[in-house]
Nanobody
Framework: VQLQASGGGFVQPGGSLRLSCAAS????????MGWYRQAPGKQRELVAL???????DYADSVKGRFTISRDNAKNTVYLQMDSLKPDDSAVYYC??????WGQGTLVTVSS
């Protein structure tokens, strides 16, 4: 599975961004897709995931602000991020089945 993430950028606190992750290759083998993030000096952490069956889960720190969704026709998973905070600044990675990774996209939240 190959994953291509995009959509990062610079935004002020309270702003919004939408990340996209396009999957290609062995799409049929994907059971779960997720978004992770890693801030400087910190471990990579799970932000949100969505399973083939539509089960969704979020990290407590983003519940109510982030929304994960998918477009099966486009083989793409999205992460809508609203009410962004400086603590959300990180490199965001998408993953498939917890073992395939995209290249990461940088999100910077700052005034």
């Amino acid at each position: 599975v190959q994953l291509q993430a995009s959509g990062g950028g610079f935004v002020q606190p309270g702003g919004s961004l939408r990340l996209s992750c396009a999957a290609s290759g062995s799409i049929f083998s994907i059971n779960v897709m997720g978004w992770y993030r890693q801030a400087p000096g910190k471990q990579r952490e799970l932000v949100a995931l969505i399973t083939r069956g539509g089960v969704i889960d979020y990290a407590d720190s983003v519940k109510g602000r982030f929304t994960i969704s998918r477009d099966n026709a486009k083989n793409t998973v999205y992460l809508q991020m609203d009410s962004l905070k400086p603590d959300d600044s990180a490199v965001y990675y998408c993953s498939a089945n917890f073992n395939s990774w995209g290249q990461g996209t940088l999100v910077t939240v700052s005034s």
